[in-house]
């Protein structure tokens, strides 16, 4: 009798033992899935459909708005993740293909890109650093044909409305095309566009001042939706 129980006892014991240590092994395998990263991660989301940087520039004495637009912009912080919107934010190097603006009128884009971009890049890239934000603003370095122009604009995040906390960073603020970029490029699109800047007092006008409006999706990486 004791060696029959001995027969069936031992194997019994042995796969418990077993199933036992695969339950744990399987147990941390699961936990070790599910576990999130600490902190929180934040990256730029690319996709065209997510970055919107418009201007609205303004001609004739009763300040008639232009509006346009860029489609193209890359940077140097693509596919990369920041413990903070800040981190992730400050020393940003952008790039923006002023060939990529858009008014709504062929013409007008032609001019600009012959008779004002052309004064301001060698290749058509509008190219500049970002720096830290400071409470509600954050100065912007542009490369202007080897020079560096830095104009401080109004800063500000805020949450989008989806359930994964993803994030809007806006700036947005004015551009002095005389004095703080290059007067040559102002004084080229006066002269080439005089007729078409001109009100109905018959007086042409073309304003100085850019309005600038840029946003950009940041996502939280740490969010489940990312670790499924």
Not at 106 to 116: A, E, G
Request: hydrophobic residues 35%.
């Amino acid at each position: 009798m004791k060696n029959i129980y001995n027969h069936f006892l031992l194997p019994l014991s042995l796969s418990l033992i077993i199933f036992s240590c695969n339950d744990k092994e399987n147990s941390e395998t699961i936990q070790k899935t599910i576990t999130l990263p600490e902190g929180v991660l934040y990256k730029l989301d690319m996709t065209a459909e997510n970055i919107e940087i418009n201007w609205k520039a303004y001609k004739t004495n009763d300040r008639t708005p232009v509006l346009g637009e860029f489609s193209e912009f890359s940077s140097d912080r693509e596919n990369q993740s920041f413990n903070s919107i800040d981190d992730l934010v400050d020393g940003l190097n952008f790039s923006i293909s002023s060939l990529s603006s858009s008014s709504g009128d062929p013409i007008r884009d032609l001019n600009l890109k012959d008779y004002f971009f052309k004064y301001l890049t060698d290749n058509f890239e509008i190219e500049g650093t970002l720096g830290r934000p400071i409470n509600d603003s954050i100065d912007v370095s542009f490369n202007i044909l080897g020079q560096d122009k830095t104009v401080r604009f109004a800063y500000s995040t805020y949450l989008t409305t989806s359930k994964y906390s993803n994030k809007i960073i806006q700036i947005k603020g004015k551009l002095n095309l005389v004095n703080q970029f290059n007067g040559e490029a102002f004084n080229s699109i006066h002269k080439q566009c005089f007729d078409l800047h001109k009100g109905s007092d018959g007086i042409s006008k073309t304003w100085e001042e850019v309005d600038v409006h840029i946003k950009v999706l940041v996502i939280n990486e740490t969010n489940p939706k990312f670790h499924q």
